[in-house]
């Protein structure tokens, strides 16, 4: 059964950093593109980073551009995004997917695989 399983959130006040991990099991997710995305309180889910499957190839959000950094080690299975100059507005779940795709594809929806999510919270 395909898994993704999401870690390292918790509180950090603004100005701060976390990195995410979101590791894959169940099949090999190596011809999948990976992604980030993010719910806030009241809102809707929205795109944050994804991640060609080749590893050459990423996207951002206009919010995170700059400040987060998403990367996969296709050995350990395992997609991170390293988050920094973290602001209350990115307080939310954030939830990592996977997409079958082409080696250079960095899709912004249509996933075909979600994980549960991890919350993150920043303090003002």
């Known amino acids: 059964q395909e898994q993704l399983v999401e870690s390292g959130g918790g509180l950090v006040q603004a100005g701060g950093s976390l990195r995410l991990s979101c590791a894959a099991s169940g099949r090999a997710f190596s011809n999948y593109a990976m992604g980030w995305f993010r719910q806030a309180p009241g809102k809707e889910r929205e795109f944050v980073a994804v991640i060609s499957w080749s590893g050459g190839h990423t996207d951002y959000s206009d919010s995170v551009q700059g400040r987060f950094t998403i990367s996969r080690d296709k050995v350990k299975n395992t997609v991170y995004l390293q988050m920094n100059d973290l602001k209350p507005e990115d307080t939310a779940v954030y939830y990592c997917?996977?997409?079958?795709?082409?080696?250079?594809?960095?899709?912004?929806?249509?996933?075909?695989?979600w994980g549960k999510g991890t919350l993150v919270t920043v303090s003002s």
């Open positions: 997917a996977a997409k079958y795709g082409t080696s250079w594809s960095t899709p912004r929806n249509g996933m075909d695989y």
